[in-house]
């Protein structure tokens, strides 16, 4: 992206690195765990401000940027939390000791807040707006949603089938990168992966062009 510090994120990255294996536990622990990812995604989607020559946007962009990163990590932690264990990786999760129930709540919590910073936003088009506000509304709550039904029968911390002495498989172990993270908000937008149960990728047919489509009259909201 023209003009963005990708220093910015080469110290997010870093700052990762060191928190990963770390003892702590708790829902402090947890959220330091999770701040270099935030920190990247912020900076990514602050700096759209910028570009688009929107300076007024940049706080708020900067907190829907924060809350979108600590989502897609959590989500991320969630879904590979049984990978995880059996590779022998880090977990965010697994090793603060926070239940799913506790990361469901920050994922809603950060959702609500997320929404709230976008309504601050200005658009200039008003199919971007609709955009912007279905895939981080309803599309935002549906991918939280399926990612805790579909890891619903994973093992998480305190339950009797994760076995802290279970062997680890073959595969090394894998690091999350706050970058990657940043990559992942921008595909799950661009490809409509954030609809979810919503028609919008049925009479899209998974186009991956939302703003662009002819939905034919139903009520996606593309």
Do not use: K, Y
Request: hydrophobic share 35%; charged share 25%.
């Amino acid at each position: 992206m023209v003009g963005l510090d990708v220093a910015q994120l080469d110290r997010a990255a870093a700052e990762q690195r060191v928190r990963e294996g770390g003892s702590a536990r708790g829902r402090a622990a947890l959220l330091a765990a999770l701040a270099p990812t935030e920190t990247a995604v912020c900076a990514v989607l602050a700096h759209t401000a910028i570009v688009a020559g929107s300076d007024d946007n940049r706080t708020p962009l900067a907190t829907v940027g924060r809350h979108l990163g600590r989502v897609v990590h959590l989500l991320d932690a969630v879904a590979d939390q049984t990978d995880d264990a059996r590779s022998g990786s880090w977990n965010p999760l697994t090793a603060t000791g926070t239940s799913p129930a506790e990361a469901r709540h920050l994922c809603e919590e950060s959702r609500r807040d997320l929404q709230r910073a976008l309504a601050q936003v200005r658009f200039t088009d008003t199919v971007d707006a609709r955009l912007a506000r279905l895939l981080v509304g309803d599309g935002l709550g549906h991918a939280i949603s399926r990612t805790f039904v579909s890891a619903g029968s994973a093992p998480g911390p305190g339950r009797p089938d994760d076995r802290p002495d279970a062997p680890p498989d073959a595969r090394p172990p894998r690091r999350r990168w706050p970058g990657s993270a940043c990559l992942a908000a921008a595909g799950m937008f661009l490809t409509c992966q954030m609809c979810g149960d919503l028609d919008c990728c049925d009479c899209c047919e998974s186009c991956g062009e939302c703003a662009e489509c002819d939905c034919g009259g139903c009520d996606c909201g593309c």
